[in-house]
């Protein structure tokens, strides 16, 4: 996620444009304002590479701090009744999905410029519209072929891809999505009942993934939603990381790793071919490895997009990044102190894309490619999309121009976002693939 300032300059030039589109200002007076803006986006996000002090965020509002608080007594009540502590992953999965409580499961903003992110969908519609070319080309050997959604959040990609399949006369026989958040899923319908309402008998909202899907999965910024482990490695082994509380606040804690993470720890230092030194603090994403079963249980033929900021194994887990990847969001600010703001703010990881290649060939998947986010939206139809660009009025161009430097720039989101597609069957490799693929690199 660019889930920087950056999101809410881009908001403020977004909108300095729809008012001078509207009134007479002068043309180059908005130019000049929009490449400065631009100028300070990039700054600004690079900048926020650095995790901000948790001193530095603003304060909640009066109804967030008091949603938060619930959620704080929701958690105590769990550490108690968990004997004292919670894994960092069940502390995630409480902040984040606690039903009615957590992050994704009650009702805040969380997207675009009034809330604490914003994801490549919610930036510019062309990135759905790439993805839908890449899609049809593997929908259009697969007869009766579907497409499933994961994590689908505010409904915007559903709308950009559907519409552009449309459009392309590659409609898919359905159009599922599987979303763990029943509140995302009742803004979803609302956004596609307004957006495509001829469309809508085609979507349909699973509580499960299938058996025998022939088609094609997308999911954005799932993986780095999904509930990690963390851990720190002492000369005497590996200790997770918990949760426990003293007065009332949450405290981390250490504790002998149990098996599982343990023996992902041991995986991770025989594939870099040393030892983690002592006191490196990272995370390791089991719940990402059990995903990929779950998706590669559900494919018989077809493909699976997964698009999210991540590196490989040998980049998440080099010596000079000794205190892991996680990364928390609130209000467009980026700190790595996930224990404040319980339920208000979003907590997320880089993802390490080697497991997941590692999980996709484990569970009988293969690999079709794994590349920068740029060099999808380059290889997978960008240029097409762009037809027609000169014929736009100025304003509109600027606005688009600015959209697409975000999505592809490389101190933006073009780099450090990565699109991998794993399959099954006689499927063609999407052709963005053709245009680069750095799986070698995994
Ligand atoms: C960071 S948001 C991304 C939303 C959207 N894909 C986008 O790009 O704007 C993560 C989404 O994944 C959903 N999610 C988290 N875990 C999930 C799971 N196991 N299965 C399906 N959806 C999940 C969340 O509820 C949320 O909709």
Same mark, same amino acid.
């Given at each position: 996620?660019?889930?920087?300032?950056?999101?809410?300059?881009?908001?403020?030039? *977004?909108?300095?444009?729809?008012?001078?589109?509207?009134?007479?200002?002068?043309?180059?007076?908005?130019? %000049?304002?929009?490449?400065?803006?631009?100028?300070?986006? *990039?700054?600004?996000?690079?900048?926020?590479?650095?995790?901000?002090?948790?001193?530095?965020?603003?304060? @909640?509002?009066? +109804?967030?701090?008091? *949603?938060?608080?619930?959620?704080?007594?929701?958690?105590? =009540?769990?550490?108690?009744?968990?004997?004292?502590? $919670?894994?960092?992953?069940?502390?995630?999965?409480?902040?984040?999905?606690? @039903?009615?409580?957590?992050?994704?499961?009650?009702?805040?903003?969380?997207?675009?410029?009034?809330?604490?992110?914003?994801?490549?969908?919610?930036?510019?519609?062309?990135?759905?519209?790439?993805?839908?070319?890449?899609? !049809?080309?593997?929908?259009?050997?697969?007869?009766?072929?579907?497409?499933?959604?994961?994590?689908?959040?505010?409904?915007?990609?559903?709308?950009?891809?559907?519409?552009? +399949?449309?459009? +392309?006369?590659?409609?898919?026989?359905?159009?599922?999505?599987?979303?763990?958040?029943?509140?995302?899923?009742?803004? =979803?319908?609302?956004?596609?009942?307004?957006?495509?309402?001829?469309?809508?008998?085609?979507? =349909?909202?699973?509580?499960?993934?299938?058996?025998?899907?022939?088609?094609?999965?997308?999911?954005?910024? %799932?993986?780095?939603? $999904?509930?990690?482990?963390?851990?720190?490695?002492?000369?005497?082994?590996?200790?997770?990381?918990?949760?426990?509380?003293?007065?009332?606040?949450?405290?981390?804690?250490?504790?002998?790793?149990? &098996?599982?993470?343990?023996?992902?720890? &041991?995986?991770?230092?025989?594939?870099?071919?040393?030892?983690?030194?002592?006191?490196?603090?990272?995370?390791?994403?089991?719940?990402?490895?059990?995903?990929?079963?779950?998706?590669?249980?559900?494919?018989?033929?077809?493909?699976?997009?997964?698009?999210?900021? #991540?590196?490989?194994?040998?980049?998440?887990?080099? *010596?000079?990044? !000794?205190?892991?990847?996680?990364?928390?969001?609130?209000?467009?600010?980026?700190?790595?102190?996930?224990?404040?703001?319980?339920?208000?703010?979003?907590?997320?990881?880089? %993802?390490?894309?080697?497991?997941?290649?590692? &999980?996709?060939?484990? &569970?009988?998947?293969?690999?079709?490619?794994?590349?920068? =986010?740029?060099?999808?939206?380059? #290889?997978?139809?960008?240029?097409?999309?762009?037809?027609?660009?000169?014929?736009?009025?100025?304003?509109?161009?600027?606005? +688009?121009?600015?959209?697409?430097?975000?999505?592809?720039?490389? #101190?933006?989101?073009?780099?450090?976002?990565?699109?991998?597609?794993? #399959?099954?069957?006689?499927?063609?490799?999407?052709?963005?693939?053709?245009?680069?693929?750095?799986?070698?690199?995994?």
């Amino acid at each position: 996620m660019n889930r920087d300032s950056c999101a809410v300059l881009v908001q403020a030039c *977004h909108n300095s444009g729809a008012n001078s589109s509207g009134s007479a200002r002068d043309e180059d007076d908005f130019v %000049v304002e929009c490449l400065f803006w631009h100028a300070i986006i *990039h700054k600004d996000f690079i900048a926020h590479m650095q995790y901000e002090p948790t001193a530095m965020l603003p304060e @909640p509002d009066k +109804l967030s701090a008091k *949603h938060s608080a619930r959620v704080h007594a929701h958690i105590l =009540q769990k550490i108690e009744e968990s004997g004292g502590q $919670l894994s960092f992953a069940e502390f995630m999965h409480e902040a984040l999905y606690a @039903p009615g409580l957590g992050y994704y499961s009650a009702g805040s903003t969380k997207f675009g410029a009034d809330g604490d992110f914003i994801t490549a969908p919610e930036i510019s519609p062309v990135f759905g519209r790439v993805l839908a070319r890449q899609c !049809a080309e593997v929908l259009a050997d697969i007869e009766g072929g579907e497409i499933i959604e994961c994590g689908a959040g505010s409904g915007k990609l559903a709308v950009d891809l559907l519409g552009a +399949l449309e459009k +392309l006369n590659a409609l898919p026989a359905t159009y599922g999505i599987l979303e763990v958040s029943p509140e995302l899923a009742e803004r =979803q319908k609302k956004r596609l009942k307004e957006a495509l309402p001829h469309l809508l008998d085609r979507v =349909q909202w699973l509580s499960d993934l299938p058996r025998d899907f022939n088609g094609v999965i997308v999911a954005n910024e %799932v993986l780095d939603a $999904l509930p990690i482990e963390r851990f720190v490695r002492r000369a005497s082994g590996v200790y997770q990381l918990c949760v426990s509380t003293d007065c009332g606040e949450f405290v981390w804690t250490e504790t002998k790793a149990p &098996a599982r993470l343990a023996a992902a720890v &041991a995986s991770i230092e025989a594939d870099i071919g040393q030892a983690l030194p002592e006191g490196f603090t990272s995370e390791v994403s089991l719940a990402s490895t059990s995903w990929i079963a779950d998706l590669a249980g559900c494919v018989q033929r077809g493909a699976v997009f997964l698009f999210d900021y #991540g590196i490989s194994r040998r980049e998440y887990y080099a *010596h000079d990044r !000794a205190d892991g990847w996680l990364r928390c969001h609130f209000r467009h600010h980026a700190h790595n102190v996930p224990l404040v703001y319980p339920g208000i703010q979003d907590i997320t990881t880089w %993802v390490d894309f080697s497991s997941i290649a590692h &999980a996709a060939v484990e &569970a009988g998947l293969d690999i079709l490619g794994y590349q920068t =986010q740029s060099q999808f939206l380059m #290889g997978g139809g960008l240029e097409i999309e762009m037809r027609g660009f000169t014929d736009l009025p100025v304003a509109r161009q600027l606005e +688009l121009s600015g959209q697409i430097k975000t999505l592809t720039l490389p #101190g933006e989101m073009g780099e450090n976002f990565k699109c991998m597609a794993v #399959g099954r069957g006689d499927i063609v490799t999407p052709s963005a693939f053709h245009f680069a693929d750095r799986t070698q690199t995994l």
